[in-house]
């Protein structure tokens, strides 16, 4: 089983950076995908950007492409999401996920970390 566990949320100014970092134990994560996804208040849950462990090749949701970079760290069994150029509109709770497939779906990752709280204020 996969657990998952978020961090390096924060406010920041419009224009700043931010890196978060997930980290993950069990032994199956390095062979799946890893996900994130970010949910303001009111809204539903909605994709960022995944890549899978093995065959690498990361993509991103559009509004985010050419700010944010996802990477990983098999000696840390972790995977980062690096936000350049935020905006006030990329202010939400931010979660990382884990399942078979690096997809946009949120039904395709079967666990989930607790999220950490991202602010950019203008």
């Known amino acids: 089983q996969v657990q998952l566990v978020e961090s390096g949320g924060g406010l920041v100014q419009a224009g700043g950076s931010l890196r978060l970092s997930c980290a993950a134990s069990?032994?199956?994560?390095?062979?799946?995908?890893t996900g994130w996804f970010r949910q303001a208040p009111g809204k539903g849950r909605e994709f960022v950007a995944a890549i899978h462990w093995v065959y690498g090749n990361p993509y991103y949701e559009d509004s985010v492409k050419g700010r944010f970079t996802i990477s990983r760290d098999r000696a840390k069994n972790a995977v980062y999401l690096q936000m350049n150029s935020l905006k006030p509109e990329d202010t939400a709770v931010y979660y990382c996920a884990s399942g078979p497939r690096a997809t946009k779906a949120v039904s395709d990752y079967d666990a989930w970390g607790q999220g950490t709280q991202v602010t950019v204020s203008s």
């Open positions: 069990g032994r199956a994560f390095s062979t799946r995908a």
